[in-house]
């Protein structure tokens, strides 16, 4: 870490990974711009108003970035962009002067912030594909493992670990095919001067040469461009993209606070990694506290913020352009992803060695499974003529009764108590109460919901 004597933001040395902090970097920013000047030369060349030498003059600078230097021009001129233009000049005084021929800053600052864009979502998606393929793997391991399902916080009904899984899984799915059709489709500014109309080129390099021009930018740059914009690509773009972004966050958000949940001794089923020598509190040495799923829905929560950020900077832009969107855009793009990378690399390393506790997933089931069987016993009694009000008083008061029982820290009584009561076993046996109240297999068809969803994980990820 770097200058601990001023305040750092986290996300320059704590959060997210080197090559998202190096994408987003100041010096990688303004490399980004000498790329496209040099490219916006190289394009002008074939219409002859740069020569081949000054070209390559600017190739051979392109990578001598002084930040330091362009920093103390900023301070004096006030424009960040026009003091990289300056110390660029500086650089190669015999094509200084061709440099930015044309174009607006926006030509310039919008295209390299579409290029970091699209990196940076090629990055994410990557670490997504390893996240899916690890839950495909889980998912395929117990889909037919047995468990309490839990709705309000209180045990429903049984299902399987697999088709929870599985429940993480398909969000995430969908999240990784939205991210991806949109790493496919980011859109640059491209080159049409102060408020999209092309009139600068158009006097440069004529009119009709427009298009020509135009496709050759495409090319050197890798992007495609909107085909109507005014002095910047439009602002949605930025919106759709953190939307995404925290779209797929609030998956993981989820999966990390239902960790967190299941981690409490109480149920005792799931656990994320805790390394031999990790510590958990600086005054209980017992303590095994779930810190990498806290700190899931720590970064989380800012991530959820700032969609609503770069909504208003896209509704706020009035007319061609006003410039109350270019402090925050230093911020939300680069943080965005950061925070979205951090929880890919977290939750990824949670996937890879969790626990799950299988003694603790039964004994639960156990515990709470003959609750949901009651359901069952209910229609039981009915088809055997049973009055339905009445029998379903009797099963509430001796579930209260068990739920007593259990409270005070015995097993369930619930199937003896059914099982021994004379108003039920007017109509059923206590075999047959007994056995309607085993709903070990009371799972429907989750395991092969479960594969289904680890089926189309591997489908999208084959492709």
Known sequence: MKESNIYQSPFSWRYGTEEIRHLWSEENKRWLWRKIWLWLAEAQQEFGLVSRS?????????????????????????HDLMAEIQVFSSQCPGAGGVIH?????????????????????????????????????????????????????QPAEPSTLGYRLALYAQDLLAGYQQLTGLEDNIKGKGFTGA??????????LGSENLPAFEEMMKAKLGLDFFPAVSQTYPRRQDYL???????????????????????????????????SEQVGSSAMPFKRNPIQSEKINS????????????????AHSLLERTL???????????????????????????????????QGIARNLETYGAF????????????????????????????????????????NPLPELLAADQAITAYLSPEDVRELMDVSDYVGDAPLRARKIAGAIQDELAQ
Do not use: C
């Open 54 to 78: 000054q070209v390559e003059e600017l190739k051979k600078a392109v990578g001598s970035v002084d930040i330091n230097q362009s920093l103390a021009v900023e301070a004096k001129i006030k």
């Open 101 to 153: 021929l044309g174009a607006t800053s926006m030509d310039v600052k919008d295209n390299a912030a579409a290029l970091q864009v699209k990196r940076s979502l090629e990055l994410i998606n990557q670490k997504l594909e390893k996240i899916l393929g690890r839950f495909q793997e889980l998912i395929e391991q117990y889909a037919e493992t047995r468990m309490m399902a839990y709705t309000h916080l």
């Open 195 to 204: 408020v999209g109309t092309s009139a600068s080129f158009a006097d440069l």
């Open 241 to 275: 993209v953190l939307s995404a972004l925290a779209g797929t966050g609030a998956v993981l958000y989820k999966f990390a606070f239902d960790l967190r949940v299941l981690q409490m001794p109480q149920l005792g089923e799931w656990s994320e990694p805790f390394g």
């Open 299 to 314: 970064l989380g929560r800012q991530l959820a913020q700032l969609p609503r950020i770069a909504w208003d900077n896209a």
């Open 324 to 358: 109350d969107d270019s402090a925050n855009r230093r911020s939300i793009l680069p943080e965005g992803f950061l925070i979205m990378d951090e929880l890919l690399e977290v939750g990824g390393k949670i996937l890879q060695d969790m626990e799950f506790f299988t």
């Open 372 to 411: 949901a069987a009651t359901e069952r016993v209910l229609m039981a009694l009915g088809k055997q003529g049973a009055d339905r009000q009445v029998m379903h008083e009797r099963i509430r008061k001796l579930s209260l009764e068990a739920w007593a029982a259990i409270q005070e820290g015995g097993p």
